[in-house]
């Protein structure tokens, strides 16, 4: 069965700082991972995601993430967050072939970001 | 782009009662999904359509909860009769296909409360 792991529940950081929101996973295959984020009272938004090729994937708002099969990872990094950026984020796989195609999204981490 | 609609967006019933849920997908997407969200954890699928057709309901407790896209278009899900751990936001996502590296795009889902 695939699995997705946030070890953190909460990351603060000050403005201008890297940001870095780690996510470890398990699957049977290989993955198809996503990173999602969360603003209050509304839905979730897209933000990278990684199938194939480059070990490096870039997104939106200045996202960006590394695929790392030897530490089953996937962490989620920006060179300098802003205040904006706070929000709760989560980390979402798919096990290939899966059976139902079923994403599976970890417990989230909330980032807060002080000025 | 109009994004994923839902509504209602908040909802407070007592046990026992019955409540229905809305989805429009974003238009031209074959895949819509229903998702429960309680607080605190990260999305868990109930449901998954592909067109009018039922992909994976694998998790959705059919007992209680039913859901249907009858014109492979919008969609509905019920809770008959709903119990106090239903509360949670209920999510409603669609993507152009229902493959694995597909993005889902999220609505804004709706907040339950059984009291």
Redesign the interface.
Known sequence: AQS?AQPEDQVNVAEGNPLTVKCTYSVSGNP?L?W?VQYP??????LL?Y?TGDNLVKGSYGFEAEFNKSQTSFHLKKPSALVSDSALY?C?V?D?P?A????T????TRVLVKP | EAGVAQSPRYKIIEKRQSVAFWCNPISGHATLYWYQQILGQGPKLLIQFQNNGVVDDSQLPKDRFSAERLKGVDSTLKIQPAKLEDSAVYLCASSLRGDSYNEQFFGPGTRLTVL
């Open positions: 997705v198809y996503f999602y009272n509304r839905g979730l938004q897209f995601k199938i989560f979402a798919r290939i899966a139902g195609n079923k994403l999204f970890g417990g989230g």
